[in-house]
């Protein structure tokens, strides 16, 4: 059984930054993709970024890009989410997610792990 544990969230004013945290253990680590994907109130979960296994290739919403950055960790089994410039409108619960494939999708689907998630509130 994977397990994997976010860390990070909390409050944060417009223009702020985060750095959210994914932990993971039960599966090789370093042979998979993992991604980033986010809820906020009332919406659909959606992508967010995703990195592949050896961190050499990335994927972006466009929502995000150019302000949030994933890497990972293969020697910690840690996958990170380092978010700059936050806006109101990244207020969600953010999600780490485990994928069987090497490289990341931004389908839900493609993922068959997940953690609890982790709240970030961005205030105005």
């Known amino acids: 059984q994977v397990q994997l544990v976010e860390s990070g969230g909390g409050l944060v004013q417009a223009g702020g930054s985060l750095r959210l945290s994914c932990a993971t253990s039960?599966?090789?680590?370093?042979?998979?993709?993992m991604g980033w994907f986010r809820q906020a109130p009332g919406k659909e979960r959606e992508f967010v970024a995703a990195?592949?296994?050896?961190?050499?290739?990335?994927d972006y919403a466009d929502s995000v890009k150019g302000r949030f950055t994933i890497s990972r960790d293969n020697a910690k089994n840690t996958v990170y989410l380092q978010m700059n410039s936050l806006k109101p409108e990244d207020t969600a619960v953010y999600y780490c997610?485990?994928?069987?494939?090497?490289?990341?999708?931004?389908?839900?689907?493609?993922?068959?792990?997940w953690g609890q998630g982790t709240q970030v509130t961005v205030s105005s």
């Open positions: 990195i592949s296994w050896s961190g050499s290739s990335t």
């Open positions: 039960g599966r090789t680590f370093s042979t998979n993709a």
């Open positions: 997610a485990a994928s069987p494939r090497r490289y990341g999708r931004t389908a839900i689907n493609e993922y068959d792990f």
